[in-house]
């Protein structure tokens, strides 16, 4: 006879067909008491990331947050604890060419805060990003001396979105986490992002495209260090109404990225210089990672570790 599991937390993870969200909502319903539910509309998610509960604890809901009539059922339906909000439209050449769909995203903010608020739900945590540091004035970008200074749609929208979660703490008492996410990739990456792109191409030995000189930098961090940072926040109730950075500490120039790319693939490929972009791509990115460290708990895990490990998953390459 099944048993049912002992639910103590009903969990909402919006975007959870996403590349992280659904990280994040596998992993949380590997606990038997945790109920999950995913939302996504589909629009960058893909129903093959969703995952599968051997507890029978986690539900998937086609649904658009930026919809109320559609957000809202879901929400009346199960009264959630917690929320975990990463539904959002990404990548760079996205949310360059659709501004306005990027803007829209507000709406689905205001839907969840309004609802969360209303429905009793604890705490939301919230996807935010690098970008909302735009050209950053002092490294490494610290959570809360760095000054914000990005003016593209998606880092105002995600800029705004944080001032949302403060506000709704500061007038309804409505908690919240904040996590920015720097430059995450992992087996579940679509290959529109960088380390995904590069290794596709390098598995095809493809030429790899570089824009401009190849010497921005970024910080690379794996999935699976990702997810446990934040859920360490989550069960232990840390940086409630705070905000964390969430990303790797070493940084890698793109050049470097592709070469390693190559070394770890023993692909023939090529480099080839493509024009820099116009905007959308910034020079540096090193956040401090002093909270995140310290939830981690662990070394995180190394680039080259991380590539085999995506390389031998191959996951990736079926999502392409």
Known sequence: MHNEPNIQRKILVTGGAGFIGSAVAEKLAQNPENYVVIV????????????????????????????????????????????????????????????????NDLHGLENILNLSKNTGVRRVYYSSSSEVYGEPV????????TPLNSRLPYAIVKNVGEAYLRSYQREFGLEFTIFRFFNTYG?????????????????????????????????????????????TAFYEDLHVNDVVNIGGAKEVTVLELAETVIKVTGSSSKLVHLPELVEGDMTRRLPDTTKMRELLRRQPKSLEDGLRIVIEQGQFISLI
């Open 40 to 103: 996504d509309n589909l629009l960058t998610g893909s129903v093959v990331k969703i995952p599968e509960s051997p507890y029978g604890n986690l539900r998937f809901i086609k649904c658009d947050v930026n919809e109320w009539k559609d957000i809202s059922g879901v929400f009346y339906a199960y009264t959630f604890d917690y929320v975990f909000h990463y539904a959002a439209v990404v990548g760079v050449k996205r949310t360059l060419n659709h501004p306005v769909m990027v803007l």
């Open 138 to 145: 002092e490294f490494p970008q610290n959570e809360h001396t």
């Open 187 to 231: 087996p579940k990456q679509s290959k529109e992002f960088v380390i995904s792109r590069f290794l596709y191409l390098a598995l095809q030995n493809q030429d790899m495209t570089i824009y401009g000189n190849g010497l921005q930098t970024r910080t690379f961090c794996f999935i699976d260090d990702n997810v446990d940072a934040c859920l």
